[in-house]
Structure formats: C-alpha cells, structure tokens
T-cell receptor
C-alpha cells in the first residue's frame, strides 16, 4: 500500500540534544512538508520541499533543519536551539506543488522533552 | 497573505442533529479550499476540497461544503451527526498558484448520544 510513514511514534529529547524525525513516502510525490501542531494552534508550516535537493523555510523554521537527498525521504531535525519542542509533528506530501493537489499526511510523531 | 478563521474551537451536537462547522478565509487571489479531519493521535485525512467549478462540494462520510465568494466562507455541513464524526476538523486555504496551505486553528466536534 502506498502512503507516508513517520517514525518514531513517540520521541523523547533531553536538554541540549538534537533529535531527528523520519518521514518516508512511497507515493512518488514531488513535494513534501513538515508541520508542527500545538493544542488550539492548528498546523504551522516548518519547512517544505518541492524537489530533491531543494527546500524552503515555512512560518516557524527557527530551531529546525531538514534535508531532501532522496525523493521519498524528508527528515526533520529538531535542534537544541528550539527551546519549546514539545508538540505533535506531521509530515505530508503532494503530487505537483502549485497545482493544489491534495496533501496526504503521515500518522505523526509526538515529541516530548525530558 | 492568506488566513483562515474557524468560528468556535468546540461544537457540540446530539447524534442525528445537523452539523455546521464555520470557516471564513481571506485571500488576495482566488482560493482553493480544503476541509480535513483528524482523529486523536492520528494524521489528517482530506474530507473535501474546492478548486474550481461547482461551488457545492460533496466529500466523504456524508459531509459537504459550499464556497460562497461574496461571504468569503466555506462552511462544512452534515445533515445527521454520527458518534463516529467526533473528531477535530481543520479548514485550509491556498491561493491559486501557491504551493503551501494555511490552516485554521481547528474545531473539535463533540457528538452526544
């Protein structure tokens, strides 16, 4: 079955530690996105990538980094510079950026700070 | 810049009653509009979307929404609520020609027996 997988389901971060969230898709989609979800805040865009080896900052990119070395993978690193990382992180993908195709979402990763 | 306002962070209905979730948007160019549903600790699933053409859009699970340009609205309705409809609903907008979505803050739908 085609879809988006995110791992791990839960992730714990210690003070000063960088952690990486995995996002993989087998839908052959060009565009991939990372969102952060906080209660009552909706979804806010962190980074997005329209093509391999290219990505753009979203609304809340500070303290995060990404890479897009392969079409099917778009990992997100939460760095120690992100002072309030506790949130639910959602990865999404879509076929052709700019054509308003549906974004398909993964099941999410919940990040908690120890 | 585009924005989305969802009126009411929580909406409560009885099973069998009409569901109405409100969404208003602002966009400098013709918008494409979406409704997504999220069950607890899961990702988002598309309910329906408006891009062009007919302004009344039908989606999955009996939901529909009507694009009203004059009112800048895209309200979501369902004639009869089921217990399984209890979830959080998000309205989203993207102006034509853009590639990213702007989401509203969500409305939690509570369904009582």
């Amino acid at each position: 079955d085609g879809g988006i997988t995110q791992s791990p389901k839960y992730l714990f971060r210690k003070e000063g530690q960088n952690v990486t969230l995995s996002c993989e898709q087998n839908l052959n989609h060009d565009a991939m996105y990372w969102y952060r979800q906080d209660p009552g805040q909706g979804l806010r865009l962190i980074y997005y990538s329209q093509i391999v080896n290219d990505f753009q900052k979203g609304d809340i990119a500070e303290g995060y980094s990404v890479s897009r070395e392969k079409k099917e993978s778009f990992p997100l690193t939460v760095t120690s510079a992100q002072k309030n990382p506790t949130a639910f992180y959602l990865c999404a993908s879509s076929t052709t950026p700019g054509d308003q195709e549906t974004q398909y979402f993964g099941p999410g990763t919940r990040l908690l700070v120890l | 810049a585009q924005s989305v306002t969802q009126l009411g962070s929580h909406v409560s209905v009885s099973e069998g009653a009409l569901v109405l979730l409100r969404c208003n948007y602002s966009s400098s160019v013709p918008p494409y509009l979406f409704w997504y549903v999220q069950y607890p600790n899961q990702g988002l699933q598309l309910l329906l979307k408006y891009t062009t053409g007919a302004t009344l859009v039908k989606g999955i699970n009996g939901f529909e929404a009507e694009f009203k340009k004059s009112e800048t609205s895209f309200h979501l309705t369902k004639p009869s609520a089921h217990m399984s409809d209890a979830a959080e609903y998000f309205c989203a907008v993207t102006p034509k020609g853009y590639s990213t979505l702007t989401f509203g803050k969500g409305t939690m739908l509570l369904v009582s027996p």
